[in-house]
Every structure is written in structure tokens, then in C-alpha cells.
């Protein structure tokens, strides 16, 4: 019951940390590309492969690591903007940005989530 | 998001400073929507465990459910409604955006790698992405016959109600 509390106030300050990140990217940097939802995905992946590698091999307790993990990573970071963005992109006739926003989110998601976890486990 | 920005988010111009674009009223409704909708998910994960080594079927589930949901919901708000007050900071910023997740979609995939599943790890990728993509467009795809449906329900009605002198 504790858990399930703190991955809905983990979830809630994860929401609103990405929203927060993408407002700002937009600001300085605006444009087509959306920089603000790669960024916050590219990062929570990062976090995510870190606090499992905490928990894998420096005793974080098993409730922080779903807490931190499955609540304030997984609510930071989201499938469904990326999806809908990378479509949007294509209907507006930014194949290029459509595809390039695709394949870089995937290798350097996949990347960032080894590399989180190759840094608390070297 | 990049595409499409709300008028009541991003009235503002960049050469406001940061702060005047953060409003209270809005942070809280991202706020709660993310709480709902993270515990959805975890709630989900919970129920439907998938053991490791296995195809993550809940997480598939979730995100490409939420991805068609977060697209009716959109178009709804952007094309037809033209303004959506606290409702996209709420549903689709909080909830929908709390409800998926990225992160675990791609540690699972470093996990099936790293255990040798590689198929199931491709699997995990192309598959997430193509069915999210796939339920993304259907879900603007509706979104859009909705209004046409619900309009010509409307005309129907008003041309019957017309005909009585």
C-alpha cells in the first residue's frame, strides 16, 4: 500500500518534471522537432538503467528501486507523445524530422538505458 | 510536444521570461493526472506480471492503448474543440503521458538483449513502435469521423425537425 502511494506521488512529480523540461525546451529552442520529449526520454532511460543497477549491486531496497522507477522514470518518460509526435510529423510532411526523431529516440534510448546501468554496476 | 501547441500553454512568446509560462492551475492538473495515471500502469503491471526472459506484454499493452487514446483525445481537443482549458494538462499531459512510458520499454529491451532473447528483444522495439504508430493513426483517424458522424446526426435531425409545418 506504501508502494502504490509512492509510485502515484513518484508518477505525479514525474509528470510534472516532464511537462516542466518540455515548456522550457520549447522555449529556448523552439521548433518542429520535438527536442523537449526526446530529451525527457533519452534522460528518464538514463535514470532508469542507473537506479536498477543501484538495486542490482549497491542494496537499494526493492521499494525505492519501484518507487523510483516504475514511478517517477516511468510517468517522466512516455510512449504515447513520442508516438503521436513522430506521426505528426509525417502528416505534416516532415518525413526526414519523422524518421530521424524515430531512429535517434530508439538508439539513444536503448544506449542511455545501458549506459545508466554500466555506470552503477562497472 | 512540438506539433501541436495549446493556445492557453504557449500564448507566450520566447521573449517572456520562463516563469510566466508556469501557471499553478496547470502544474496541479498535470500533477494529479500523472499520479492516476502512473498507478493505472503500475496497478496493470502489478495484475499482469510478465516474468523475465518473456515478452512484456502489460507494458506493450499499456503503451499502445494509451498511444490511440492520447491521439482521439488530441485531435478532439486540437481540431475540434479548438481549446481544451485544464483537460490537456490533465489527460493527455499527466494521465496518458504517466499511463505510458518510455523508460521501461527500453530497459526491457536491454534486458531480452542482454539475456540473449534477441528476437523477443526486436520483437519488443519494431512491434511497440509499429502498433503504437498503427493506433496512433487510427485513434486521429476517428477522432476525426466523430465529429463529421456526430454533425450529420445533428443535420439529420434538424432537417426532420424542419419538415413539420
Known amino acids: ?58 542494496g537499494l531496497p526493492e521499494q525505492v528501486l519501484t518507487i523510483v ?16 509526435e513522430l506521426v505528426r ?8 524530422k519523422s524518421l530521424l526523431y524515430g531512429a535517434s529516440s530508439l538508439l539513444v534510448g536503448l544506449a542511455a538505458v545501458t549506459a545508466g546501468f554500466a555506470v552503477t554496476t562497472l | 510536444m512540438a506539433v501541436d501547441r495549446d493556445a492557453d500553454v504557449s500564448l507566450t512568446t520566447a521573449r517572456e521570461p520562463f516563469r510566466s ?11 494529479l493526472g500523472g499520479l492516476l495515471g502512473g498507478t493505472a500502469r503500475y496497478g496493470l503491471a ?14 506493450f499493452a499499456v503503451n499502445v492503448s494509451g498511444a490511440f487514446l492520447l491521439a482521439l483525445l488530441l485531435v478532439y481537443l486540437v481540431e475540434v474543440r479548438r481549446r481544451s482549458g485544464s483537460v490537456r494538462p490533465f489527460a493527455a499531459v499527466g494521465f496518458l503521458g504517466s499511463y505510458t512510458t518510455y523508460s521501461t520499454w527500453m530497459f526491457d529491451t536491454e534486458r531480452l538483449l542482454g539475456g540473449g532473447h534477441c528476437t523477443l ?9 509499429l502498433a503504437g504508430l498503427a493506433a496512433t ?22 432537417n426532420r425537425f424542419r419538415r413539420i409545418p
Open chain 1, 1 to 58: 500500500m506504501i508502494t502504490l502511494l509512492g509510485v502515484g506521488a513518484a508518477a505525479a512529480l514525474g509528470a510534472v518534471a516532464r511537462y516542466l523540461l518540455d515548456q522550457y525546451v520549447q522555449y529556448r529552442r523552439p521548433g518542429a522537432f520535438p527536442r523537449g520529449t526526446w530529451l525527457v526520454n533519452i534522460s528518464g532511460s538514463f535514470a532508469l538503467g542507473l537506479v536498477v543497477g543501484l538495486g542490482a549491486r549497491h
Open chain 1, 69 to 84: 522507477g516504475a514511478g517517477f522514470c516511468g510517468a517522466y518518460t512516455t510512449f504515447s507523445t513520442f508516438s503521436h
Open chain 1, 89 to 96: 510529423l509525417y502528416e505534416q510532411g516532415q518525413t526526414g
Open chain 2, 21 to 31: 509560462r508556469v501557471h499553478g492551475r496547470l502544474l496541479a492538473a498535470v500533477a
Open chain 2, 46 to 59: 502489478l495484475a499482469f506480471p510478465t516474468p523475465a526472459g518473456t515478452f512484456p506484454l502489460t507494458t
Open chain 2, 121 to 129: 528483444a526486436v520483437l519488443n522495439v519494431l512491434g511497440s513502435l
Open chain 2, 137 to 158: 493513426a487510427l485513434g486521429l483517424a476517428v477522432g476525426r469521423r466523430v465529429p463529421a458522424v456526430a454533425g450529420d446526426v445533428r443535420s439529420r435531425f434538424r
